[in-house]
């Protein structure tokens, strides 16, 4: 098993470009996860999903969309990239809330000029 | 906010010592877990307590939990070199499979 996997792990973007993150889990997770890391901050939550179809939202989701057409895959999109979205960003998965411990990937590294 | 805030921010001890962190956040929560983040990596799953529990032992790791005050500790007993790494706690609410993040402790342990 690969476990959570982020791609691409790098990326350079100018100011109002657009991008999407994917994050992929062959674990059959139901829950999964967007945090963005920034020094000092800890992590942040985004957006999250409960389930394939659903999505909602976290402490920071301005600026950004996601969607969960299938039950594997968690799509992050940045539809007009600002400087304030330079950041790490990282993908988690779980089974269920009773099945609490998060599964990480190993981060995507996003730069705004 | 929701987000619990850690203290201290940083910590550096010497090999063999032991190193305590901890975790204050704000509203009621269903339970509390603690992770890992070596430099530069995804973060790895420690350990978890309940609400109901006051405190848990993995190996060298101890944690309590006082839910009158909102707060939680990490000890590492025996601190190795290896276990430099910053370390965050994380609570989740009763709101459906939210989990929030502290801010995260910078654990140095020099040989």
């Known amino acids: 098993n690969a476990g959570v996997t982020q791609t691409p792990k790098f990326r350079v973007l100018k100011t109002g470009q657009s991008m999407t993150l994917l994050c992929a889990q062959d674990?059959?997770?139901?829950?999964m996860y967007w945090y963005r890391q920034d020094p000092g901050m800890g992590l942040r939550l985004i957006h999250y999903?409960?389930?394939?179809?659903?999505?909602a939202k976290g402490e920071v989701p301005d600026g950004y969309n996601v969607s969960r057409l299938k039950k594997q895959n968690f799509l992050l999109g940045l539809e007009s990239a600002a400087p304030s979205q330079t950041s790490v960003y990282f993908c988690?998965?779980?089974?269920?809330?009773?099945?609490?411990?998060?599964?990480f990937g190993s981060g995507t590294q996003l730069s705004v000029l | 906010s929701q987000q619990g805030e850690e203290d201290p921010q940083a910590l550096s001890i010497q090999e063999g010592e032991n190193a305590t962190m901890n975790c204050s956040y704000k509203?009621?929560?269903?339970?509390l877990q603690w992770y890992r983040q070596n430099s530069g990596r995804g973060l790895v799953h420690l350990i978890l307590?309940?609400?109901?529990?006051r405190e848990k032992h993995s190996g060298r790791l101890r944690v309590t939990l006082d839910t009158s005050k909102k707060s939680s500790s990490l000890l590492i007993t025996a601190s190795r070199a290896a276990d430099t790494a910053s370390y965050f706690c994380?609570?989740?609410?009763?709101?459906?499979?939210?989990?929030?993040f502290g801010q995260g402790t910078e654990l140095s342990v020099k040989p």
């Open positions: 509203t009621s929560i269903n339970n």
């Open positions: 674990m059959n997770h139901e829950y």
């Open positions: 994380a609570t989740a609410y009763n709101q459906g499979g939210k989990l929030i």
């Open positions: 307590i309940r609400s109901n529990e």
């Open positions: 999903s409960v389930g394939e179809g659903t999505t």
């Open positions: 988690a998965s779980r089974k269920t809330p009773n099945n609490e411990k998060l599964f």
